[in-house]
């Protein structure tokens, strides 16, 4: 399953929404609930987020490497996995409905499915983007020159997960929240007020979402890429049952909540770490 994250303007508001409409059909069986992170693999996505924290400095004006090994210290500290699951497994007991967990596992325990996970699931944990990106952009180019049809069903595909809209609006809230925490610990100055701040980012949405779009369709091709066509076909026909569309609205707001959550967590934490001492 790729995730993105999709900005709902508040997970609590959509996790008290679904708790509403389906209250006595909640999914609150921990070992259902682990079995639902592992089918999906939803679990090595939450996994990823740390991966993220990498470009978490460039949006203070600060290189990674000023800091050594201290950084990789405090990333660990901070995205630890284990806070990351239970807080999913917390949210998800109170939202997670048996009807939206048997559908999805139903899926993605099937031969496809578990095919489908592991190959996004390594997806996630690949560190190298630049070469995936690389490869997956000449795969596009590809598809593009011999008129394929799968490249439409590729874009169903991100479509789907709500890739790119949903996604511009996730990466945007998380980068005003980190950047207010960053500057109430004196971490940072931040000379504009967080209104003129959010409206400051919202110019650049166009170049954003047009980089994004182009990035998750390459990332897209080169995933699936051991994928047939109709393979292709099938689990774009699937995602976008309404079903499993609650399902991704769901995990999309869970890991949007989880992210921004480490993301305050680590602006912090800043004030506190010093420059490595072998620089």
């Known amino acids: 399953m ?18 509403t409409g389906h209250a006595t059909a909640k999914t609150n069986d921990p070992d259902r609930l682990e079995a639902f992170l ?5 679990d090595v996505a939450l996994e990823s987020i740390r991966l993220s924290a990498e470009s978490a400095p460039a949006m203070l004006g600060i290189e990674t490497e000023d800091f050594g090994s201290e950084w990789t210290r405090l990333a660990d500290e901070v995205f630890d996995t284990e806070l990351m699951h239970n807080e999913a497994i917390d949210i998800l007991s109170e939202a997670l409905t048996d009807e939206l967990l048997d559908h999805a596992v139903d899926f993605y325990t099937s031969d496809l499915g578990r095919r489908l996970v592991a ?9 190298d983007d630049g ?10 180019a590809g598809l593009v020159q011999i008129g394929s049809p799968r490249l439409e069903e590729l874009k169903r595909l991100n479509s789907a997960t709500g890739s790119e809209d949903a996604s511009v609006h996730a990466i945007q809230e998380v980068q005003v929240r980190f950047l207010m925490a960053a500057a ?23 170049e954003l979402r047009r980089g994004m779009k ?3 369709l390459a990332g897209s091709a080169y995933t699936y890429q051991a994928f047939s066509d109709d393979e292709i076909t099938a689990y774009a026909d699937a995602l ?3 079903t499993m569309q609650q399902v991704y609205e769901l995990m999309n707001a869970v890991q949007f909540q989880i992210m921004s959550d480490r993301y305050e967590a680590l602006a912090a934490r800043l004030q506190g770490l010093q420059p490595s001492q072998e620089l």
Request: hydrophobic share 45%; with cysteine.
């Open 240 to 242: 976008e049952n309404p």
């Open 131 to 140: 070469l995936r990106q690389e490869a997956g952009q000449a795969i596009v």
């Open 184 to 206: 109430a610990a004196g971490v940072i100055e931040l000379r504009m007020e967080e209104e003129d701040l959010r409206e400051s980012l919202k110019t650049q949405e166009g």
């Open 2 to 19: 790729t995730f993105s994250i999709r900005a709902c303007f508040g997970v609590l508001a959509l996790v008290a929404t679904l708790v």
């Open 38 to 42: 592992e089918a999906t693999g939803f």
């Open 214 to 216: 182009v990035a998750g």
């Open 119 to 127: 190959v996004e699931n390594a997806s996630h944990m690949d560190d």
